[in-house]
C-alpha cells in the first residue's frame, strides 16, 4: 500500500467530474493541423491528495508555477509524474529545478540565454533532459515576462538546440493578455502571434515544435488556433486560495 496522500471520494469524484469534461471539449474541438493536444493539469496552491485523485486516474501532466512547491510536491508524489514548471522563472532558481527534480518533464518559461544556460549548466548528464518551451511575450504588457522580437527568440532556440545537451527544445510558450481572451468570437491576436512565430521558427531550424497556449478561459481557442499543450487549472481544481501575501 502507497502512502501517497489521498483525497476523499467526494473530492476525487468532482475532480474526475472536471477533468473529463474539460477532456471532451479538447476532443469536440477543431485543430487547424489535426495533432494531437496535451492537457497539463495546472496544480499551483492545490493539495497533493488532488494530484493523486487525477493520477489514480491516469493522469500525468501536472503544471506549477512556484519552485518550493513544485520541488516539495515532487518529492512526496510519484516519481512518473510529468512535472512541467509554468511560472516565473529567476536565473538563481534554475540550478533547484535541475538539481532537485529528476522527474521535471518540461521548464515552460524560458526567456533568456542565461536561464537556458544555467538550466543546462546545472542538470546532471546522467538524468533525463529537461524539455524547454521559450516563453514569448506576444502581448507586449510590460508586466509578462517573454521574449518580444523573432531574432531574440531565434538566437535562444539555437543556443537551447546547438549549446545545451541537457535540454531539449519542445516549443513556444505564451500567456497571452486577458483583454484577448475575454474577446468572445473571434480570433485571439496572442494566439495569431505565436503560431507566426512559430511557423517562421520551424522552417528556419527545420524542426517541429510544439504551441502551449491556452487555459481555463480559452484553452477551446487556443485549440483551433493550433495549440498542441493547453494548461489548465480553475477548471479542473476550483478557484485557487491567495498565495501568502498576494
Ligand atoms: C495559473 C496558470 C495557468 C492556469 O490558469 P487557469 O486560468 O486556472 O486555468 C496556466 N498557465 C500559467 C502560466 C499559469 O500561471
Redesign the pocket.
Known amino acids: 500500500m502507497s502512502n501517497y496522500p489521498k483525497a476523499t471520494e467526494e473530492r476525487s469524484k468532482e475532480l474526475l467530474e472536471n477533468v473529463n469534461h474539460i477532456l471532451d471539449q479538447i476532443t469536440s474541438v477543431k485543430s487547424p493541423n489535426g495533432r494531437p493536444v496535451n492537457l497539463?493539469c495546472?496544480s499551483?496552491l492545490k493539495p497533493s491528495s488532488d494530484i493523486m485523485a487525477l493520477y489514480d486516474a491516469g493522469f500525468r501532466h501536472f503544471?506549477e508555477?512556484y519552485v518550493q512547491e513544485l520541488v516539495s510536491k515532487a518529492q512526496e508524489l510519484p516519481k512518473d509524474i510529468k512535472w512541467h514548471f509554468?511560472?516565473g522563472l529567476q536565473t538563481n532558481k534554475c540550478k533547484d529545478l535541475a538539481t532537485r527534480i529528476d522527474n521535471l518533464y518540461a521548464v515552460?518559461?524560458i526567456d533568456s540565454i542565461k536561464k537556458a544556460n544555467k538550466l543546462n549548466s546545472s542538470r546532471d548528464a546522467s538524468k533525463p533532459k529537461i524539455n524547454v518551451f521559450i516563453q514569448v511575450n506576444t502581448s507586449g504588457e510590460e508586466q509578462k515576462s517573454g521574449i518580444s522580437s523573432y531574432d531574440d527568440l531565434l538566437a535562444l532556440a539555437k543556443v537551447i538546440k546547438n549549446d545545451c545537451p541537457n535540454l531539449t527544445l519542445k516549443g513556444l510558450?505564451t500567456?497571452g493578455s486577458i483583454q484577448q481572451s475575454t474577446a468572445a468570437g473571434e480570433r485571439n491576436k496572442d494566439f495569431d502571434q505565436l503560431t507566426a512565430h512559430n511557423e517562421k521558427l520551424e522552417s528556419d531550424l527545420g524542426t517541429t515544435l510544439e504551441l502551449s497556449m491556452g487555459?481555463?478561459?480559452d484553452?477551446e481557442q487556443a485549440i483551433r488556433q493550433g495549440s498542441t499543450s493547453v494548461?489548465?487549472?480553475?477548471?479542473?481544481?476550483g478557484a485557487?486560495p491567495p498565495r501568502n501575501g498576494h
Do not use: A, Q
Open positions: 497539463v495546472v499551483k503544471g508555477n509554468i511560472g515552460e518559461t510558450m500567456i487555459m481555463s478561459s484553452f494548461r489548465v487549472g480553475s477548471s479542473i481544481f485557487r
